[in-house]
Every structure is written in C-alpha cells, then in structure tokens.
C-alpha cells in the first residue's frame, strides 16, 4: 500500500515538474546537435580514426538476452572507437520500466520500443529526431509506411531499427514433401490441407500464446493478419485508430475465421490448454519434431527466428494466404512489427551520437544476421541474412503496396492490454466472442 | 549513477536528522524542567513522525483522491470507478477470487499449522525440530520461487509430447490424458492450485508461531484434564485450544493480511489471466501497464478498507486491550 501510494504520488509531482526541463534540455540539444552531426558524419565519410566523444549512453529497451547481446554488439562497434560507454538495460518488461522511468524523472537517453502506441503515450518525454537526422533522408531510404509509424501528431519521434513481418506460415520442407502436402495458396486450400492432416491423423497447426504477464499477444497477430487478407487498408487503419469498432462484422469475421482453425476438431497439437499455456518461443518446434507434432506454424518472423536452429536448413514458410470473396484492397499489403527508436530530451552529446548511429543502415547489420529482423533499409544486402528465410521475407515487402504496423501495438497500451486479456480469455473458452469483443471496445472509452 | 548523484543530498539530510536530536535533546535538557520533560518526547518522535506523513499520511490521501478521478487524474468522475469495481466482469472475478484467497489460505494454513505443532510435540526432540524444519522450509523461498517450483509441479504439455510437469507425468502414467492446471478455469481450479501455493508457503509460518504457544500451555491443566478424560483429542479441544485462541487470531489475521496484498504468485504463474486476477495483480496492470491512475486507486483503496479492521484488531491484541 505505501508503496503504490507512493509511486502515484510522484508519478503526478512529475508530470507537473517536466515542462520546465523538457524545454530546457529541447533548447540545449536542438542547438547542440548540428555540430555533432557534422563531426560524426565527417568522421566516418573519411573512415579514419573517429573523433573521440566520450560519455556513457543510457539505453533503456525490451530485447533481452541473444537479441540485446546482438544489438549491443552493433552498438559497441560505433561507440567503442569514439571513447562512448553503452550501457544497455534490457526489460521484459518494458512497458512498466519506461512508464515508471518517464513519469519518475529518470530518463534513459534512447529507448528501443516494441510499440508506437508506447511511444505516443510517453511523446512527451521524446526529443523530435529531425534534430539529430534528416527526415527526407531517411524516408525515402527505407520501406514505405515506416516514418509515418514513428510519427506522432505530425512529428518524427521514432525510426525502426528492425522490422519483423507478420502473417507467415512456417514448416517444415521435409515434412511437407515426406507426407506428400502442397503449398496452400488460397484459405479453402489451407482448410482442405488442415483436413486432410487431421484425416491421416496427425495435427495440422501448432499454436502457443504464452507470454508471462502479456500471455495473448501471439493470438493478436492471427486478427491482424486475417483482416489484413479480408480487409482494404483503409478498414484496418480505420480499426486501429479505433473509430471501426471491434464488435463490427470485419472484425467479428477475422475472429471466427481463427476460430475455424482454433476449434477445428484436431486441428491444434495439445488442443486449448497447450494454446494457452505453450510460450510463444517454443510453440513452433513440434514441426521437427520425429515425427512431426504438427505441420505449420503461422507466426511473425520474429517468432520464426527461435526456429532457426531446430529448423535449420528444412525451414520454410508460406505468406499466409488471401481469402476468397474478400472487398478489393484486401490481401494487397503486409503488416510489421519494427523496435522503434527514440531518443529521450537528456542532454548528452554522446547520446545525440549514437541515436544517427542507430538511424543508420549499418547499426543494425549485427541484428540482421540473428534472422529475427528484416533492415527497414530499402538496399540492405541481403547476403547479410542468416538463411533462405529471412531474404524470401524480404521479398513480400517489395511486393506489398503499404506496409502497416501491427494494429494492437499501435493502439492504447490500455487497449492492447485488454486485447491481450480478453483474447486469452476467449481462446481458452472462459469468455464468449460478445464479451471478448466488448471488453476490448469498453478498453477505448478509457 | 543516479543513486550516486543523491549521496550529498542523503548525508546532509541524516547529518541534519542527527543535529536536530543532539540540539533538541540540548535545548530540552536547558529548559526549565517542566517544559523540557513535556517537549522531549516530540523532538524524539518528531522526525518519525514526519515521515509517516509525508511517506504515508499524504500517499494514501492522494491515492484516496485519486481513485475519484479518471484515468490520468485530469477529470472528477465521482463514484464511477467504485461502480466499475461491481459492474465490470473482471473486476468481479477478482472480488470472487479474493474472497477465496482470503478464506481459504488462512484456514489451510493455520488448520494444518495447528496440526503439524500438536503432533509434532508428541515427538522425540530431535524428530520434533526435524518435522518442524521441513514444514517451515517453504517459508525460506520468496513466493515467485515457490511460484516457480509449483510451475513444474502443474506444468501442462501435449499428451503426444513428454510431460514436463510432474502431475500431468503422474496421469499420463496412469494412462490418463493431461490436464492444463493453471488453465483450467472450470470449478476455480486453477485459483484453489495459486492459493494451495500459498497456503504451502504459510502454513510453516502457522506452525512455529502455534507450536510456541501450545508448548506454553500450563502442563498442570492438561494434567488436571487427564484425570476426567482418556480422549487427548478432547484434551486438545477443550483445554489447549481455548488457551492459544488469541495466538491462532494473530496468526490468521496476519495471513489475510498478507494475503491481500499477493501479488508474485498470480502474476508469476498465469499473470491474472484464466480467471485468476486478484487485487494486487490487477492494481499493478491498471497502473503500470494501462496507465489508469483511477481504477488503479480504487483497488487500493478497497484493499485498505479490508486490511483496515484486521490492523485495528492486531494492534488492540498487542496493546493488550
């Protein structure tokens, strides 16, 4: 009790005491960064020793372990030359850290976000990156949709570093050719197929959305994709600005439809309590498994990348297919997640650095060859890629019209939290689709 | 780095502490006695005092206020959020369930606690300490250890694959199929597995506090009481029992106590989901995760208003009143 009375009060003392120091450290970086910009971009052009800067850069984001490894990594390649200390905190929870950070008053200097609906809800605390890059550059040097992601009324608060595509569905190419199954193409073909594993009596689908405290996410994705494929991108962007509602027949069919596969007799390896409880880091292994626990994996790349060691050389995916009968529009564009970076109002020139460091194709190299992440970088090399995988993923973004960022982490951490919950709830039939769906909407009205 | 940069404003404020009770010690002890004797215990309880207000007294205004105000503090929404609290149907799992917990880890434990601290006193010494080690031990592993341990105890896997966890291994073995038992919402199932966790954890506490106080029951009216009566059962109900009552109140209400305020094990093992949110877990999530200061007060306030009489009763016990 007295501690959350506690962290309340100050979360409100804070709120009042930020204007004055946000103006005064805005005022100080805006007039500082300049000269920065021209020393590091002068630096590395002539690929000599760079010019020391010094310092320590607090980062604050949600990669842990491999993954973080990885991005200090690329990091410490940029920072190590120049004399900067990266000191790099990685939260599972992130969404709590940065709240308690911000509202605190103990600003890291960047913060990787898995969420632009975070990074409106902390905006405040963000300096403009216009001031530390160009905007024009930048845009038009990565994928299209990706400036307007990290844009937050009207200004540029946060770049992708890494981007993961949603809507993919793994398996495994030996156990496919061995059982004699065929590539879906449309929804009837993957329903035909689901069909017939379960008539050779095996499972066709290996699902699993445990998360810890944001069990529900990985179930988020199946709607989202499903609408993305029956669905134009003016009803998703409609949804995730929250004027379609989520008790609205677009939606509504995106849910039944995952209930075909959810509910499908057989058709899920564990049935609902290993939907529920399988994290989403191990669901998709029972594909190599001997013999198989199941055929395919719809998942984002993200996911897939914990496959790549089991899977090796025998992993491959399918763009989650388009569905029959769908408005036109639908099916034309992709959805991402990306790890958005911001760079908090501190005053720290190091930090000013390392932040046009990461805006850089270059600073993300490191991540890339884990096969967790596409670049966001337009003429990213390929060959950088770890496998096959990741450079056929590559290929559904230039076919894609737009690119659009995954719809619950870019609404209300509120919203996304209650999708979380109550889509948990509906999976694992403790909650009617009514319900589920009127919960979620009641999130809105918060 | 940030705690580093503090250190001056720390020492000035315990060397200023310091100063205050050498001075006001001084300037008591020079003035006239009568004053000084009267002022004396205010510059000793001063300074604590004005802590408890500012870390305290004021908080729990402010959250007081608060959950009358909507999610950001920005707008007066009145009663709306308590009307929330009954009306929202996770809210209302959540009362149910605390309801539960509250009734049921306190009986568990302090029925088995009693238990193990009767039997156990019918043992040789050493056999004694031994029993009573084994039952405290739980108490030594912080709940989301415990949280921890039990996961691989209610783990689930599918029945085509090795099971993991050694419930669902004991099934399988016995040629039954698995069962999800942290998901399984059905009957409260996976509510009665988190409060069997805790009550698991507090029956040690239970016991050792229980076993010193049967150990000092008078041994001369249990001995009266073997003259009238074979049935040491008896003896226990009627004679023992009804001279610890007081002890087994403290113990039990010191467990709703704790009780209320659980939070690690739910969001360790299910994260308040399958229809297993509690208070605290929920509290936690509203504010931290949704950002809803409101709906967040209101759970506080409500935990206050139960801990509230079970605080007032533990402190008259103390006082002897």
Known sequence: LVLSACSSS???????????????????????????TAATTSGSSAAATPAYIGGTVDILGHPTGAEADDLVASLNTFAGPRGITIKYEGS??????????????????????????????????????STLTSQAQWTSATWPGLTEMGTVNNVWLAGAMGMSIRGLVYYSKSAFQQAGYAIPTTWDDLIKLSDKIVSDGKHPWCIGIESGSATGWPATNWIKTILSRTAPVSTYDAWVAGTLKNDSPEIRNAFNLFGTILNGKDYVYGGRAAIVSTSYTTAGLPLFTQPPGCYMYYASQYEGGYLTTAGANDLAFFRFPNIAGAPAGAGTYEIIGADLVSRFKTTNPAADAVMQYMLTEDAGTSMMKAGYYV???????????????????????????????????????????????????????????????????????? | MASLTVLPQFCLLLGGLLAFYVLGHAACTLAPKRVGTRILPWVFVGPALAMATIFMVVPGIRTLIASFYNEDGSGFVGLSNYVDLVTIDSYKTILVNTALWVVLVPLIAVVVGLATAALADRLRPSFERGAKSLIFLPMAISFVGAATIWKFVFDYRPSESMQVGLLNGVLVALGRDPVGFLTEASWHLNTLLLIFIMAWVETGFATILLSAA???????????????????????????????RGQIIVVATSIIVLVIKTFDVVYTLTGGNFGTDIVANRFYFDLFRYGDQGHASVLVVMLVIVVLPMMILNVRRVRGV
């Open chain 1, 10 to 36: 100050t979360a409100t003392s804070a709120y009042t005491a930020a204007p004055p120091t946000t103006a005064a450290t805005t005022s100080g970086s805006s007039a500082a960064a300049p000269p920065t």
């Open chain 2, 214 to 244: 049967l150990k000092a029951v008078p041994q001369e009216t249990i001995e009266a009481a073997r003259l009238d009566t074979d049935s040491e059962f008896q003896i226990f109900m009627r004679v023992s029992l009804p001279q610890i």
């Open chain 1, 92 to 129: 599972p929870d992130f969404e709590t850290d940065v709240r308690t950070r911000t509202a605190g008053g103990n600003l890291p200097d960047i913060g990787i976000f898995p969420q632009p609906g975070l990074v409106a809800a902390v905006s405040s605390y963000l300096t403009p990156l």
């Open chain 1, 375 to 446: 670049s966001p970088f337009k003429d990213f090399d390929p060959s950088l890629y770890p496998n096959d995988v990741t450079r056929q993923s590559e290929g559904l973004l230039a076919a894609a019209s737009t690119l659009r960022y995954d719809a619950t982490d870019a609404m209300p951490p509120a919203v996304e939290g209650a999708y979380w919950t109550n889509i948990t709830s509906w999976v694992n039939g403790d909650e009617s689709l009514d319900a589920c769906l009127t919960a979620i909407d009641a999130a809105w009205k918060k």
